[in-house]
Nanobody, 125 residues
């Protein structure tokens, strides 16, 4: 099991930016799809963005398209989420996830093998 650790969350005003990072305990480059999800209390965890192992394919939820960018640095075993033009409705706990041995990307919670502990993002109005 790969350990994933998120960082970079915090409190920001609406319109501001944050960059989340997710560092894996071991090499995640070859055939490991990764994704960012978020969850608010009382609601299901939802996909924010996903990326395939090479970074050549990405997916974004409609709610973040044009504002968030997912990327990865396989040499550093790190996944990123650049979040710009943040809105109060982006407030949530953000989780990174990994699915191994695949060349595709995945959009649903149940597809993923490993999860981080989450990092809180709070956007004030």
């Amino acid at each position: 099991q790969v350990q994933l650790v998120e960082s970079g969350g915090g409190v920001v005003q609406a319109g501001g930016s944050l960059r989340l990072s997710c560092t894996a305990s071991e090499r995640t480059g070859s055939f490991t799809a990764m994704g960012w999800f978020r969850q608010i209390p009382g609601k299901e965890r939802e996909v924010v963005a996903a990326i395939n192992w090479s970074g050549g394919y990405t997916y974004y939820a409609d709610s973040v398209k044009g504002r968030f960018t997912i990327s990865r640095d396989n040499n550093k075993n790190t996944l990123y989420l650049q979040m710009n033009s943040l809105k109060p409705e982006d407030t949530a706990v953000y989780y990174c996830a990994a699915k191994h041995y695949t060349s595709s990307l995945y959009r649903t919670v149940h597809d993923y093998d490993d999860w981080g502990q989450g990092t809180q993002v709070t956007v004030s109005s």
